[in-house]
């Protein structure tokens, strides 16, 4: 006698995909370290994105030599300016005839170069420790002549990132692997946070090194290792990463790279130029808290007098911005239709 057991087909599993309809079930192991890996593999397959950290790092590196350059330009005008008025004071006279040493009439060209860099910095109103002249303050911010360019360079890195996808169609892959989508958006935030962050603090350590035989003709080098280069190398580091929130998030919203890449530059560059034109009392106290004017905070050296934010306020006011649009980004990818 024998018996039989017939076992009924077990049907297929189906999950919603990203646009509501059923699709293959995906595997609920899927944890957020593999899907952290597979965004950073697609943001390392993609050559443009290596091409503009590559230029990103050329510009940063030429726009600091180029201030340096500028620099040691200023003070050899105002070595040579203090020359001529020096040898006004003698009325046409040798200093030997006046009996002045070698030493003196250096130490009076000092001074008078003194006078004139103190002048400079009273009227930059920038905040100057005790014996620092105005172009020793220049020498040390030449490293960062090339911020503001470059920061649109990795918004756009940004805005690529999420809104290439979006262009291809290759997002409805992605979500249909992973159907809750925050994951997704989270490990790219992260992919992004760790380049940006990378990419600003190696850039501006490079800087600094870069510009020191520049400098170094105008008797104007530095040290690399003192605390405000430090710091500030720092900050730039964060300045790249919260720029990154800011393009990441206007390419999830806008699911456009061009229009992306736009409004950013409106954000952070066109919305300044017209605030400054805009001389109401009333908005002078929200100027210090627009994007623009907390990165700039952010990552000066020594900030003016009578600033309104110091350094970590003004990493904060200018996060706060970053972390506003990924969130409104993250929200609006998940609720709405790819």
Partial sequence: MSTSTSTAPHPETTTPGP??????????????????????????SLRSHWILLAVALLLSLGFGALSAWSTTSLQSFNDQAAQEQFDATLD???????????EEVQ??????????????AEQSGVAL???????????????????????????????????SEYSTGAVRTTMTAVPRRTPVMLAKTVVLSVVAFLFGVLSAFLCHLLVQPILAGGDLGYDVWQEPILLNILAVGLFYM??????????????????????LVVLLLV????LFA????????????SPGAASTQLTTVYQPS????????????YGAWGLLLVLAGILVTKKRAL
């Avoid at 130490?107 to 400079?120: F, G, H, M, Y």
């Avoid at 919260?242 to 409004?263: N, P, R």
């Avoid at 919305?271 to 017209?274: D, G």
């Avoid at 805009?278 to 808290?289: G, N, Q, T």
């Fill in 19 to 44: 646009t509501g309809h059923a699709g293959p079930a995906f595997d609920a192991r899927l944890g957020f370290g593999r899907v952290l890996r597979s965004e950073w593999i697609k943001f390392r």
């Fill in 242 to 263: 919260i720029t990154a929130w800011l393009g990441f998030g206007l390419g999830a919203l806008l699911k456009s790279t061009t229009w992306g890449i736009v409004v």
């Fill in 271 to 274: 919305l300044e130029f017209v």
């Fill in 129 to 163: 420790p005790e014996g620092m002249g105005f172009s020793e303050y220049l020498a040390m911010t030449s490293a960062n002549g090339g911020l503001q360019l470059v920061m649109l360079l990795l918004g756009a890195l940004a805005v690529l990132f999420i809104g």
């Fill in 278 to 289: 805009l001389s109401f009392e009333w908005l002078e106290d929200a100027k210090p808290y």
């Fill in 306 to 317: 009578d600033a309104v934010l110091n350094h970590v306020e003004s990493g904060l006011v």
């Fill in 107 to 120: 130490q009076q060209r000092d001074a008078i170069v003194a006078e004139s860099d103190q002048q400079l």
């Fill in 92 to 102: 046409g006279r040798s200093p030997e005839e006046l009996g002045l040493t070698e």
